[in-house]
T-cell receptor
Framework: GENVEQHPSTLSVQEGDSAVIKCTYSDSASNYFPWYKQELGKRPQLIID?????GEKKDQRIAVTLNKTAKHFSLHITETQPEDSAVYFCAASGAGANNLFFGTGTRLTVIP | DGGITQSPKYLFRKEGQNVTLSCEQNLNHDAMYWYRQDPGQGLRLIYY???????QKGDIAEGYSVSREKKESFPLTVTSAQKNPTAFYLC????????????FGDGTRLSIL
């Protein structure tokens, strides 16, 4: 089955700096890669996703890049703000899979 | 307002007791999922269902049971066989399969009395 690894497990940045979280996956057939943000005690919420037919996708301060050859994808947050502080999860899935495979999460802290 | 509703928000279980967590969705999604989240940890899949009257075990199904009698409902029972049930339980749904976004409920926090 699919195995998703996520790094780093914790990340602290100064407000206004950029943050990058990286994930690798094992199954070359995976073709869907969402990112979720979970604030303390709340539900995970989808913030951006990418499919394997594109290499990059942006939504305001958030971007995701995908390298199919190396089997890794990354979340980039620019101009970080205190409200970006949360746990971020990556996930992967492919055709024939009935569920998402989640990474172990990254706790991002933005220091004002 | 469309979404996923989990109840109760907090639940306490006595030793030897079975408890049932409710999950209802009005998104007309075919697939539903249950995850367990321990403090500071990731999401571990307990059970999932792609269609009514069918469900599959996830990575940590022991001590849990589910049913899917209606499309909109996917209750999870934590049985007395689950010796360490204290955790945050999240229900999710998606239109179909694994390559669609999953939408999560607000979760149920289960504790042992």
């Amino acid at each position: 089955g699919e195995n998703v690894e996520q790094h780093p497990s914790t990340l602290s940045v100064q407000e206004g700096d950029s943050a990058v979280i990286k994930c690798t996956y094992s199954d070359s057939a995976s073709n869907y890669f969402p990112w979720y943000k979970q604030e303390l005690g709340k539900r995970p919420q989808l913030i951006i996703d990418i499919r394997s037919n594109v290499g990059e996708k942006k939504d305001q301060r958030i971007a995701v890049t995908l390298n199919k050859t190396a089997k890794h994808f990354s979340l980039h947050i620019t101009e970080t703000q205190p409200e970006d502080s949360a746990v971020y999860f990556c996930a992967a899935s492919g055709a024939g899979a009935n569920n998402l495979f989640f990474g172990t999460g990254t706790r991002l802290t933005v220091i004002p | 307002d469309g979404g996923i509703t989990q109840s109760p928000k907090y639940l306490f279980r006595k030793e030897g007791q079975n408890v049932t967590l409710s999950c209802e969705q009005n998104l007309n999604h075919d697939a539903m999922y249950w995850y367990r989240q321990d403090p500071g940890q990731g999401l571990r899949l307990i059970y999932y269902s792609q269609i009514v009257n069918d469900f599959q075990k996830g990575d940590i199904a022991e001590g849990y049971s589910v049913s899917r009698e209606k499309k909109e409902s996917f209750p999870l029972t934590v049985t007395s066989a689950q010796k360490n049930p204290t955790a945050f339980y999240l229900c999710a749904s998606s239109t179909s399969g694994g390559t669609q976004p999953q939408h999560f409920g607000d979760g149920t926090r289960l504790s042992i009395l």
